[in-house]
């Protein structure tokens, strides 16, 4: 159980493009999800947090004009990185849990090359 | 904010040994700390969690203790196996409810090898 899928893997884009990062749980309904950010050889940081049916609560410094995060319902929530650049090349990995008390699982990352 | 220290960064040992990684957290509020092991490529997985109502909690070769006065925890492996070489992240929660919870802080990572 606590499946965390995320799509898509891999991506490759142009610089001014705009990426759509997906993230599902599913087996389970997830009230809130997080999305990271992670640098080769670095840990994981904190972007944002979105809640199903709010709008999405961002860490200090990440910008959310950029980063667009939807959560319309409590199976999907998605990460749109708008008029990319090669510095927002990374890892994006998205997390969700069932409830306020249950283990956070991730999906298993996405990683973004912009040309 | 919360602060999650971890050591080391790097852990080489030889199969069969023990792998014993540390991390300390600065709030005090902090009552969840999972860790979660990462391979080349593909997000955290959960191996251990504890609670901070509970000092040690094991799974087969793995352990966790914590230590709340010292604010530190530590994870345990035993008996270790070349497929355990991944990076492993500790992590507290900042919050003890609402929208928050969950809300997790980690710590810089440890690289494990197991060598044959």
């Known amino acids: 159980g606590a499946v965390v899928s995320q799509h898509p893997s891999r991506v490759i884009c142009k610089s001014g493009t705009s990426v759509k990062i997906e993230c599902r749980s599913l087996?389970?309904?997830?009230?809130?999800m997080f999305w990271y950010r992670q640098f080769p050889k670095q840990s994981l940081m904190l972007m944002a947090t979105?809640?199903?049916?709010?709008?999405?609560?961002?860490e200090q410094g990440v910008e959310k004009d950029k980063f667009l995060i939807n959560h319309a319902s409590l199976t999907l929530s998605t990460l749109t990185v708008t008029s990319a650049h090669p510095e927002d090349s990374s890892f994006y990995i998205c997390?969700?849990?069932?409830?306020?008390?249950?283990?956070?699982?991730f999906g298993n990352g996405t990683r973004l090359t912009v040309t | 904010g919360e602060n999650v220290e971890q050591h080391p960064s790097t852990l080489s040992v030889q199969e069969g040994d023990s792998a014993v990684i540390k991390c300390t957290y600065s709030?005090?509020?902090?009552?969840?700390f999972p860790w979660y092991k990462q391979e080349l490529g593909k997000g955290p997985q959960l191996i251990i969690d504890i609670r901070s109502n509970v000092g040690e909690k094991k799974d087969q070769r793995i352990a966790v203790t914590l230590n709340k006065t010292a604010k530190h925890f530590s994870l345990h492996i035993t008996e270790t196996q070349p497929e355990d070489s991944a990076v492993y992240f500790c992590?507290?929660?900042?919050?003890?409810?609402?929208?928050?919870?969950?809300?997790?802080?980690f710590g810089q990572g440890t690289i494990l090898t197991v060598h044959p």
């Open positions: 709030d005090s509020a902090s009552n969840y």
């Open positions: 087996d389970f309904q997830a009230t809130t």
């Open positions: 997390s969700a849990r069932s409830s306020y008390n249950s283990p956070l699982h």
């Open positions: 992590a507290a929660s900042i919050g003890t409810g609402g929208t928050s919870y969950g809300k997790l802080t």
């Open positions: 979105s809640n199903e049916g709010s709008k999405a609560t961002y």
